[in-house]
């Protein structure tokens, strides 16, 4: 069985799609909220499609650390056990987030 190679910080390189580093997590998000336009991507969406645990939290970095104009809708979606919940709805928008540094 062949070993990954590791980086120089010593853990094995992960790409984009799969690394769990919050800057990959924020790109996953960016990409996917520009390729599903005004439908927006949810809390859960994110955790079950895009393997982001902390949605919340790297949407929060986009708008105040990045400027991203990321909005935010209260809708109810079922998880993948059948569980109905209140959840945020998530929709880029054009020009920058209102509150960004």
Not at 1 to 13: F, H, I, L, N, V
Request: charged share 20%; proline share 5%; aromatic share 6%.
């Amino acid at each position: 069985m062949k070993k990954k190679k590791a980086t120089p910080e010593g853990s094995p390189k992960q790409s984009p799609c799969n690394s769990t580093a919050s800057h990959h997590q924020r790109q996953r998000i960016l990409q996917a909220l520009q390729e599903v336009g005004s439908q927006g991507l949810t809390t859960i969406q994110m955790r079950e499609q895009l393997d982001i645990m902390m949605p919340g939290a790297r949407i929060f970095e986009l708008r105040h650390h990045y400027g991203h104009n990321i909005q935010l809708i209260w809708d109810r979606e079922r998880t993948a056990q059948g569980h109905e919940h209140t959840c945020g709805r998530y929709i880029l928008f054009p020009g920058q987030w209102e509150g960004a540094a």
